[in-house]
Structures are given as structure tokens and as C-alpha cells.
């Protein structure tokens, strides 16, 4: 079992930034894969970043060079840090974890989710 509690979102401009957190707890965190997802309100839920246990990373391409996902094993957690954020990026964002310990892009590797934080991004 993997508890997991985002934090971090919040209203900002166009080219304003978020810094997204995401601990966890309840098992190994250094072990598993930890991913971004996002869902805009009448969309599916789509993949935004993950890092793998050996920091390994991927990104959808919308946010390659805005986005930087990252991770602090100290203190069971990943961040996900968003810069130049625009109205497309408006979404609720979840954290999520694999035991896999890989960067995995699709929701079904994915074993746990957190509850979801709003983003807003105003034009």
C-alpha cells in the first residue's frame, strides 16, 4: 500500500510558474516509478512526466523544456516543477507510483494515485 498526497497547485498567469509536491508513504519510496498525470475537464486523463528509481525521466512532448520532474528519496518525495505554464496546461494533476520502479507513460502501469491538485492558468 502507497499513500500519496499532492500539493502545490494553484491559480497562476500565462508564463507564471507551479511547483507541484508529492509525498509518499507506506512503502520503499526509492524504489518505485513515480508519475504525472493530468486531467482537463471533459478529457481523459493524460500522461505529463515520470521518474524512474534510478532518475531516469520522460515527458509527453507539450511540456519537454517547460516541465522538470525530479525527486528527494529523504524526504519520500517528487516534485514537479512547471515554468512557462499557458491556458492548455490548466488541469487537475495526480501523482502517481509503480512498483516497477520505471518512468513508465501509461495510467495502467501505474498501481497507486493520489487524490489530485487544481492548476489554473489564466490567459
Known amino acids: 500500500q502507497v499513500q500519496l498526497v499532492e500539493s502545490g497547485g494553484g491559480s497562476v498567469q500565462t508564463g507564471g510558474s507551479l511547483r507541484l509536491s508529492c509525498a509518499a508513504s507506506?512503502?520503499?519510496?526509492?524504489?518505485?516509478?513515480m508519475g504525472w498525470f493530468r486531467q482537463a475537464p471533459g478529457k481523459e486523463r493524460e500522461f505529463v512526466a515520470a521518474i524512474s528509481w534510478l532518475t531516469t525521466t520522460a515527458y509527453t512532448d507539450s511540456v519537454k523544456g517547460r516541465f522538470t520532474i525530479s525527486r528527494d528519496n529523504a524526504k519520500n518525495t517528487v516534485y514537479l516543477q512547471m515554468n512557462s505554464l499557458k491556458p492548455e496546461d490548466t488541469a487537475v494533476y495526480y501523482c502517481?507510483?509503480?512498483?516497477?520502479?520505471?518512468?513508465?507513460?501509461?495510467?495502467?502501469?501505474?498501481?497507486?494515485w493520489g487524490q489530485g491538485t487544481q492548476v489554473t492558468v489564466s490567459s
Open positions: 507506506g512503502r520503499t519510496f526509492s524504489r518505485l516509478g
Open positions: 502517481a507510483s509503480n512498483r516497477a520502479g520505471a518512468a513508465h507513460s501509461r495510467l495502467t502501469d501505474y498501481d497507486y
